[in-house]
């Protein structure tokens, strides 16, 4: 039973179901939770609110002597498991909901309408939970977006993927909610584009980009509209598309002059550009996207980049990783569009020696623990790795174990063989300077 009471009456142990008052003003990025602390009751007093609807199904109810609170006639929805399947199902109904709400934020923003602060942020609340439930059932369906439906599923995607993000990285709830909200309203100042250069077919002229590349400045214009946006939000709407090597824009900042959340940003939302149907490309696969953006030298941070890859749970073919077990990997393909990490174990750091190759498939709760950096082959006696690399990759059943002994110490490498990371043919046609947002 849902119950609307103050806050003189909450305990620890009791589940909130609603806070009342605007989702930004208080100091939580969920609305719905279960108190744990008499600390936690304490942040919501500092926060000015005075009702909060608790759910007496799923946590503790007010004690017998207190006055009756009001009843809230509202259904308790079933509490429905937090399985893959289950999730998946929830996270649909998600993304028809949310694409509904952002499209009539965003066609409001094309007419001058202000930003409902409330509104967005409660689709980054219903976006967080369900990426706290799964972090990869939302996240696998919103990239199955039509092309028709990516001005809008573009922006739930990225909000999804930085929330996902900024938990990996340990970032304070307060800031995974700020994330959020960015990664939502990002590409807000498309709304100002004409439709006829977001949507054309084919590369855009000198004169089409120029306009393009006004959209930061302009999402910018439409949030200062609004009430009570965060400086990270218009921080990433602003920047999201700079570099780390200065060449991108609006004021080709580079380096440590791009904040922590536009860098994050910047990753997201090209990783969701790219595994996304556009007017002028079909969609990659996960894979192909994160290779592909490995080998962007200069576009993104290389060490967030990779924290990156462990939050998704997709790491780029030909990379080579440590494990927990402390032995080395390499990634292979996985072969088909949306299967799990799965990558050849050969060598153990810990005896300083090969062992045999050996494929393992990681589960994708698995993956982003199991994979705890990148390493340089060179480091451990790869004195031949493209020759090396080229053979791991191989799809053959069992790997020579004599032929990669000799590879790695370079006693009879092959003369002259030179292997770049394998790549598709679509994935090494197509370079950053081109569309990507």
Known sequence: ?????????????????????????????????????????????????????????????????????????????????????????????????????????????????????????AVVDEISESVQRNAYALIGIVRLKSKDDYSYLHSVAVCALMVNFARHLGLADDMVRELGLAGLLHDIGKMDVPSEILNKPGRLTDEEFAIARLHPERGCAILGRADAIPATVMDVCRHHHEKIDGTGYPFELKGNEISLAARMGAICDVYDALTSDRAYKESWSPIEAVTAMHGWNGQFDRDLLFTFYQSIAVFPVGMVVRLRSQRLAIVLSNGRRASRPRLRVFYDTAANSLVDPRDIVLADDDACKTVIRQENPSDWGAHDWPALCAHMLQESEKLDRELVERLWTGVEASPGETVEMPASDRVSRWRPSQRLD
């Open 1 to 121: 039973m849902l119950r609307r009471v103050p806050l003189s009456l909450l305990r620890p142990g009791m589940f909130l179901h609603a806070i009342e008052g605007s989702w930004l003003s208080h100091p939580f990025w969920r609305r719905r939770f279960l108190l744990r602390s008499d600390g936690e009751i304490a942040a919501l007093r500092d926060a000015g609110i005075a009702f909060v609807t608790i759910d007496t199904a799923r946590g503790l109810a007010p004690i017998d002597d207190e006055p009756e609170p009001i009843i809230i006639t509202e259904p308790v929805v079933a509490n429905i498991p937090t399985g893959i399947t289950a999730e998946r199902e929830r996270a649909a109904d998600i993304v028809v909901r949310t694409r509904e709400i952002i499209r009539g934020v965003f066609e409001g923003a094309r007419t001058g309408k202000a930003i409902d602060s409330d509104q967005v942020s």
